[in-house]
């Protein structure tokens, strides 16, 4: 049975989550504060997290961050209210792998913990070979060591920029969509009105091609982006 540590203030929606999560086979347990959820993040182990962004004592992106920064690295799902494209890159940049914005169905908060567990699985499970290795140009990334260089340098990337940088490696040469890149690199199908990729492709760009030649990363007007030597 999974497990699921639930970090919600709102004492309705954790009876409506904790109920429907139990029916489908997990086991949750509840933090009511941003402190607590930390706590027993810590103490315990878990196959995912869901946290609420505004939590009393301490924020769902400050406990996000005091997680990673612990080496807290299951899946961490947030819950916002404030669906904008600037709250959602911020709530992604500080960790976590995917939101949820609320008001929500049951059925999409189901479905987004499922694709996370499955991609944890995944990541956990696969034997790495030495070909996960990807070099173009000056731009080397080591997918076993999840270490990322350009002309040696090494360059530190959040979770999610890792993953989109991977997905365009992977498919060096060819234009990804918007939602190509959603669906690769965040595994889930997002509110195509967000501009989440377009605000990550700018979080990579400024790290791997503002100070180092070739540019790497393009935009296909109309089309998407490529990854390719210019």
């Not at 914005?101 to 479905?111: D, R």
Request: charge should be negative; aromatic fraction near 6%.
């Amino acid at each position: 049975m999974k497990k699921i540590l639930l970090v919600e203030d709102e004492v309705n929606v954790v009876s409506f989550i904790k109920k429907g999560l139990t029916e489908e086979d997990f086991e949750v347990s509840v933090a009511l504060d941003g402190n607590s959820g930390v706590q027993m993040a810590l103490s315990s182990d878990y196959d995912l997290i869901i946290l609420d962004i505004m939590l009393p004592d301490k924020n769902g992106i400050e406990v996000c961050k005091e997680l990673r920064n612990n080496q807290i690295q299951v899946p961490i799902l947030f819950l916002t209210a404030l669906n904008t494209a600037d709250n959602i890159a911020l709530g992604l940049n500080s960790g976590a792998d995917d939101y949820l914005a609320k008001p929500f169905k049951f059925i999409e908060l189901v479905a987004r913990i499922k694709a996370l567990l499955r991609r944890a699985s995944q990541g956990g499970g696969e034997a790495k070979a030495k070909e996960n290795v990807y070099v173009v140009a000056n731009l080397k990334v080591d997918d076993d060591s999840k270490t990322v260089e350009r002309n040696g340098e090494l360059i530190s990337l959040t979770a999610t920029e890792y993953r989109l940088l991977v997905t365009l490696l992977k498919n060096k040469g060819k234009v990804l969509s918007r939602v190509d890149l959603l669906e690769s690199a965040w595994d889930i199908n997002f509110n195509l009105a967000t501009n989440v990729v377009d605000v990550y492709i700018n979080y990579l760009r400024k790290k791997l091609d503002s100070a180092y030649e070739p540019k790497l990363i393009h935009t296909v007007i109309g089309m998407g982006y490529v990854l390719r030597e210019a």
